[in-house]
Nanobody
Framework: QVQLVESGGGLVQTGGSLRLSCAAS????????MGWFRQAPGKEREFVAT????????YYADSVKGRFTISRDNTKNTVYLQMNSLKPEDTGVYYC???????????????????WGQGTQVTVSS
């Protein structure tokens, strides 16, 4: 098992930046595909970004491509989400998640992730 704890959320103005972190503990962090998802009030949880076990491959939702960057440091058991040029529609609770399924390189699907953090609130004011 792996335990995930997000941090770095907060209130920021439109156009601002935030860096989210997700610290993992438990089994070997490098065994897991990692992903970031978000959920706005009254909406379903949606995919934001994913990164392969080595960090060599990444994939983004169209809505954040070019503005957000996912990265990981396997020596620190941490995955990051750098968010630039934030918009009000980026507001929501951001979750990191881990997928240990062998045979997958990355995943955009909520159901593929077996481990989730508690979430961190990001609010972008207009």
């Amino acid at each position: 098992q792996v335990q995930l704890v997000e941090s770095g959320g907060g209130l920021v103005q439109t156009g601002g930046s935030l860096r989210l972190s997700c610290a993992a503990s438990g089994r070997a962090f490098s065994n897991y595909i990692m992903g970031w998802f978000r959920q706005a009030p009254g909406k379903e949880r949606e995919f934001v970004a994913t990164i392969s076990r080595s960090g060599g491959s990444t994939y983004y939702a169209d809505s954040v491509k070019g503005r957000f960057t996912i990265s990981r440091d396997n020596t620190k058991n941490t995955v990051y989400l750098q968010m630039n040029s934030l918009k009000p529609e980026d507001t929501g609770v951001y979750y990191c998640a881990a997928d240990e399924t062998r045979g997958r390189i990355m995943s955009t699907t909520v159901l593929h992730y077996g481990y989730w953090g508690q979430g961190t609130q990001v609010t972008v004011s207009s």
